[in-house]
T-cell receptor, first 116, second 114 residues
Framework: AQTVTQSQPEMSVQEAETVTLSCTYDTSESDYYLFWYKQPPSRQMILVIRQEAYKQQNATENRFSVNFQKAAKSFSLKISDSQLGDAAMYFCAYRSAQGGSEKLVFGKGTKLTVNP | GAGVSQSPRYKVAKRGQDVALRCDPISGHVSLFWYQQALGQGPEFLTYFQNEAQLDKSGLPSDRFFAERPEGSVSTLKIQRTQQEDSAVYLC????????????FGPGTRLTVL
């Protein structure tokens, strides 16, 4: 079974600075998807960024980018120019590319605090 | 259209009571998922529907948990004889069709069992 590990329960960053959240995963599959979701205090989970394992190029979405290291099974999220609205729980998630395995497997999350 | 909606947003039940949680997916979304999120934890998969067919229920923790989606749109998660360990946020998500599509989440239902 696949597992996702987020080793940083809490992180903090100064407004306008850059922060990196860590995520590692364990799988025997070669094709899969990785995601970062944001969950603000209101609880609605929002997709931040996704990465297809077959793509070597790291995904980027505006101020958010990932460092995907397939061999190391590492998938970190970098937030540049941090804003107060970035404060939330961040969850790393894995999904198999095999048919019939549509569920997301989540890590335990990292709570990000943004200091003004 | 509108996002995924869930009702009620909060539910308090006495131990032993039955509860029913509702999920309205995004219109046209074929796939629907239920997750359970305990306090301070990441969501954990419960069950998955494709249209009205329940294709995976491997995450349901006991036979007290039952989910249905009879017409392939709205889904209900039912918990019978609730226990204190059932206290959690129950999240519903939907996606358009295939495994490649993004899952969109609802706001969740916070269940507290006293």
């Amino acid at each position: 079974a696949q597992t996702v590990t987020q080793s940083q329960p809490e992180m903090s960053v100064q407004e306008a600075e850059t922060v990196t959240l860590s995520c590692t995963y364990d799988t025997s599959e070669s094709d899969y998807y990785l995601f970062w979701y944001k969950q603000p205090p209101s609880r609605q989970m929002i997709l931040v960024i996704r990465q297809e394992a077959y793509k070597q190029q790291n995904a980027t979405e505006n101020r958010f980018s990932v460092n995907f290291q397939k061999a190391a099974k590492s998938f970190s999220l970098k937030i540049s120019d941090s804003q107060l609205g970035d404060a939330a729980m961040y969850f790393c998630a894995y999904r198999s590319a095999q048919g019939g395995s549509e569920k997301l497997v989540f890590g335990k999350g990292t709570k990000l605090t943004v200091n003004p | 259209g509108a996002g995924v909606s869930q009702s009620p947003r909060y539910k308090v039940a006495k131990r032993g009571q039955d509860v029913a949680l509702r999920c309205d997916p995004i219109s046209g979304h074929v796939s629907l998922f239920w997750y359970q999120q305990a306090l301070g934890q990441g969501p954990e998969f419960l069950t998955y529907f494709q249209n009205e067919a329940q294709l995976d229920k491997s995450g349901l923790p006991s036979d007290r948990f039952f989910a249905e989606r009879p017409e392939g749109s709205v889904s209900t998660l039912k918990i019978q004889r609730t226990q204190q360990e059932d206290s959690a946020v129950y999240l519903c998500a939907s996606s358009l069709w295939t495994n490649t599509d993004t899952q969109y989440f609802g706001p969740g239902t916070r269940l507290t069992v006293l």
